[in-house]
């Protein structure tokens, strides 16, 4: 079974730094794809970041340089760092799993977390 919580997420100056973490009940962090995503109000959901199973690591271009995913199997816990925010960076931030083991994140995330705001000014 598959339980992500996320935290935290907060209030913060363009410019400054936060870091997201993301709790599994499970082994999901261990053993399968992990991402985060970001929706902001009247706005699609978009992916920001991708760790593979076997910890190959993607950022979407708009986050490239600033933000960086990571994971600690030991902790069953996924992580992003966000430096130099930006106020189009505010959106509600979600982990999701991907049961896809190994090297790749193809398909499709089945399990989600609840979400944590993240708000830039």
């Known amino acids: 079974h598959v339980q992500l919580v996320e935290s935290g997420g907060g209030s913060v100056q363009a410019g400054g730094s936060l870091r997201l973490s993301c709790a599994d009940s499970?082994?999901?962090?261990?053993?399968?794809?992990m991402g985060w995503f970001r929706q902001a109000p009247g706005k699609e959901r978009e992916g920001v970041a991708t760790i593979a199973a076997a910890g190959y690591a993607s950022h979407a271009d708009s986050v490239k340089g600033r933000f960086t995913i990571s994971k600690d199997n030991a902790k069953n816990t996924l992580y992003l760092q966000m430096n130099s925010l930006k106020p189009e960076d505010t959106a509600m931030y979600y982990c999701?799993?991907?049961?896809?083991?190994?090297?790749?994140?193809?398909?499709?995330?089945?399990?989600w977390g609840q979400g944590t705001q993240v708000t830039v000014s």
């Open positions: 499970g082994t999901a962090v261990r053993d399968y794809c």
């Open positions: 999701a799993a991907n049961p896809t083991r190994g090297g790749t994140c193809y398909g499709k995330y089945n399990y």
